[in-house]
């Protein structure tokens, strides 16, 4: 059986209209017509069945048939910052973030952070993040925000129970991975790394100096990494 495709709305409402780059996608790549099944998706965690009924030159309208609560959706909450890397990097870790069901995800420049953000790139991280979440069939698609410094991204962490930070030059971890329980705030860094200065900063906002294994990793990976074990530990991957 062919799988029904999902569909991001500003809103979902008995009569609902795709638009923009959805519209696009279902009218011109999967050409969908009157008559075809949907599931229509607005960031509430909600999933609603839906039927094609008029396709028009600049959106399609559906009637929504049922609703239910989404089951793919983390019952823990996991936010993750990372510094913003080179190339399609941060792209890669977007993606699989999103996959790993976190519910945020930050993006910041820190001190040896080489690379940059800007508008473009941000809504490019976004759409990334929708299209991960259609992929592995969540109904809510994380938010990624950009903060332009270490602090105001450490900051923003504030209501998580857990605050960790990934640091390649501590000897050990401050708290254990394995006994983690509650709401988790993870930071990686970007491909330099952080200094002392930032890893003291972390400290006196609240977060634990956090190693992971003896092998240096590259930052792709520790973020990856990293948002598994979140996930695992507090029950996530079960």
Same mark, same amino acid.
């Given at each position: 059986?062919?799988?029904?495709?999902?569909?991001?709305?500003?809103?979902?409402?008995?009569?609902?209209?795709?638009?923009?780059?959805?519209?696009?996608?279902?009218?011109?790549?999967?050409?969908?017509?009157?008559?075809?099944?949907?599931?229509?998706?607005?960031?509430? #965690?909600?999933?609603?069945?839906?039927?094609?009924?008029?396709?028009?030159?600049?959106?399609?309208?559906?009637?929504?048939?049922?609703?239910?609560?989404?089951?793919?959706?983390?019952?823990?909450?996991?936010?993750? !910052?990372? #510094?913003?890397?080179?190339?399609?990097?941060?792209?890669?870790?977007?993606?699989?973030?999103?996959?790993?069901?976190?519910?945020?995800?930050?993006?910041?420049?820190?001190?040896?952070?080489?690379?940059?953000?800007?508008?473009?790139?941000?809504?490019?991280?976004?759409?990334?993040?929708?299209?991960?979440?259609?992929?592995?069939?969540?109904?809510?698609?994380?938010?990624?925000?950009?903060?332009?410094?270490?602090?105001?991204?450490?900051?923003?962490?504030?209501?998580?129970?857990?605050?960790?930070?990934?640091?390649?030059?501590?000897?050990?971890?401050?708290?254990?991975?394995?006994?983690?329980?509650?709401?988790c705030a993870l930071?990686? #860094?970007?491909?330099?790394?952080?200094?002392?200065?930032?890893?003291? !900063?972390?400290k006196e906002i609240?977060?634990?100096?956090?190693?992971?294994?003896?092998?240096?990793?590259?930052?792709?990976t520790a973020a990856?990494?990293?948002?598994?074990?979140?996930?695992?530990?507090?029950?996530?991957?079960?």
């Amino acid at each position: 059986m062919a799988t029904i495709r999902r569909f991001f709305v500003e809103k979902a409402e008995e009569e609902t209209r795709l638009t923009g780059d959805e519209y696009s996608h279902a009218k011109n790549v999967l050409r969908l017509k009157e008559g075809d099944e949907l599931i229509l998706l607005d960031g509430s #965690g909600k999933e609603y069945d839906a039927i094609v009924r008029k396709v028009d030159k600049k959106e399609m309208v559906c009637s929504i048939l049922r609703s239910r609560l989404s089951e793919k959706e983390s019952k823990t909450p996991i936010k993750l !910052l990372i #510094g913003a890397l080179k190339g399609d990097k941060t792209e890669l870790v977007v993606q699989k973030a999103v996959e790993l069901g976190v519910a945020e995800i930050g993006v910041f420049s820190s001190r040896f952070c080489s690379a940059y953000m800007n508008d473009n790139k941000l809504e490019r991280l976004n759409k990334v993040s929708k299209e991960a979440a259609k992929q592995c069939l969540r109904a809510v698609a994380p938010k990624v925000t950009y903060y332009p410094s270490l602090r105001e991204a450490l900051e923003s962490c504030k209501e998580y129970k857990n605050k960790l930070f990934a640091c390649e030059f501590a000897e050990k971890s401050d708290v254990s991975l394995h006994t983690l329980s509650g709401s988790c705030a993870l930071a990686v #860094g970007s491909e330099g790394g952080f200094s002392q200065e930032e890893f003291l !900063l972390a400290k006196e906002i609240g977060f634990a100096g956090i190693s992971l294994g003896k092998r240096i990793l590259r930052a792709e990976t520790a973020a990856i990494v990293f948002c598994g074990i979140a996930a695992f530990v507090t029950g996530e991957l079960e």
